[in-house]
């Protein structure tokens, strides 16, 4: 039998995939509609990963530490819901599960040439939730800080390894709050880092701290170049990139460089007040609804489709759920026509951009500034495949788009970026009457 939330009044029930019902209370089930800011090794989390929930609320106790399974959409574990469908929760979540419990204490690999994904803490918090069959939205963020390493060699040798000491290796975790601190005592380590790039690039995920930073590149010569840097903050959540130019005399380094993973965590200076440190862009809460963002192409985006339905909206007439329908909204947005999403306002598909639905201080891109986010580079799990809505046929297509503001010189299409199940990009136009996914981007 699978295990079960065990709270007095639990009611053992068949699943109502239309949800639970007051008037005729049905059992259904926890899942989970993750959002990654960012990721070691990707932007979203992989079929078969697996994150620990635990449920807190006010009456009784709820869950610890439950397992889930993430299947491409949702982490879904067989974990029904309570009987007390008005009765607010708090959803506590981390990745990587471990069955020894949620951690109060977190280390990262002193090893990490195999690669630094174990040593990829996330944590996700959600409030205010109560039972329901829509799976819950959860914004996973990043509790360790990432550190790479751009080599630049000038000498006769290859580079074989880099090592980085002076940083503690164990961290004080309080998932709640989303907060890590490097344990009290705990001594500096060596961390070797992973190689990405041969003999180009290297990367570490370390407990954010302020500590002196030691950098050294061992080269196939034998040789050990080695640099100190002093008072080096890392901040949770954030990465950074230090380029280091190795000569025949040792290490000079750049504290510099473009970053392209998690949050931009800027250049690393010498102390907390640092100008080169950027906030975190952190979570965008619209109308209700909290959206994850992402920093690329020093842009700021939304990592999610938006999901917001205008009041003057009516369903199948400008605006539908994904094709999934509305389990599918939490993880893949709303699909809108071009109308809907511009909201009345009028644009000629060439001038500035324009707001529509999307949040105040944030607009619908033209179609430069989606070339120009994927030009960035960014991982393919950026992008979210949600079908499209076919005027024409009155029915779901399985192409996925999304939309931007720059239309053709009759006004009856819009320009799209079309996302293909393996990751691929391309360009087209649709008629502006087609129901398409939406991200929108903060104005500069």
Not at 35 to 42: G, H, P
Not at 263 to 282: A, L, N, V
Request: aromatic letters at 8%.
């Amino acid at each position: 039998m699978k295990p079960k939330m065990k709270v007095a009044g639990y009611m053992l029930a068949l699943f109502c995939a239309a949800g639970c019902s007051e008037s005729e209370p049905m059992s259904c089930y926890v899942t989970i509609a993750p959002t990654v800011r960012a990721r070691v090794t990707a932007l979203a989390f992989e079929p078969g990963d697996r994150i620990g929930l635990s449920i807190v609320r006010a009456s009784e106790p709820g869950v610890r530490n439950r397992p889930m399974t993430y299947d491409g959409t949702v982490f879904a574990g067989g974990l029904e819901w309570y009987a007390e469908q008005t009765e607010p929760s708090t959803l506590v979540a981390y990745y990587p599960y471990s069955e020894g419990g949620a951690p109060a204490q977190f280390s990262v690999a002193a090893d990490q040439r195999d690669g630094c994904e174990a040593s990829d803490l996330l944590g996700a918090v959600r409030t205010g939730v109560v039972p329901g069959a829509a799976p819950v939205s959860m914004v996973f963020q990043h509790l360790m800080a990432q550190l790479t390493v751009l080599v630049d060699n000038r000498t006769a040798g290859s580079v074989q390894e880099v090592v980085l000491e002076g940083f503690a290796t164990a961290a004080a975790v309080d998932l709640e709050a989303l907060e890590v601190s490097v344990m009290a005592d705990a001594a500096a380590s060596e961390v070797r880092a992973c190689e990405v790039r041969s003999g180009l690039s290297y990367r570490a995920v370390l407990v954010p701290q302020q500590a002196d930073l030691t950098v050294s590149v061992i080269t196939s010569d034998g040789v050990v170049h080695r640099k100190t840097i002093d008072a080096v903050a890392l901040e949770s959540g954030h990465c950074y990139d230090l380029t280091v130019e190795v000569t025949g005399s040792g290490l000079k380094m750049q504290l510099s460089g473009e970053i392209r993973d998690w949050i931009d965590g800027g250049s690393i200076g010498s102390g907390k007040d640092d100008p080169g440190h950027e906030e975190d862009p952190g979570a965008l809460v619209y109308e209700g609804e909290t959206y994850a963002t992402a920093l690329v192409g020093g842009r700021l985006w939304m990592a999610e489709n938006l999901r917001y339905k205008p009041a003057s909206a009516a369903w199948k007439a400008g605006i539908w759920y994904p094709k999934e329908g509305a389990s599918g909204v939490a993880a893949k947005g709303l699909l809108y026509d071009w109308t809907t999403a511009f909201g009345g306002e009028t644009f000629d598909g060439q001038a500035a951009s324009v707001q529509g639905v999307c949040p105040s201080g944030w607009h619908i891109p033209v179609r430069e500034e989606l070339e120009a986010l994927v030009d960035s580079g960014c991982d393919p799990g950026f992008f979210v495949l949600s079908g499209c809505w076919i005027h024409t046929t009155s029915k779901y297509g399985s192409a996925s788009y999304l939309m931007s503001a720059s239309l053709s010189a009759q006004n009856t299409k819009m320009a799209c970026l079309k996302i293909s199940a393996e990751g691929a990009h391309s360009f087209v136009s649709v008629p502006v009457q087609y129901g398409v996914s939406l991200r929108c981007v903060k104005d500069e």
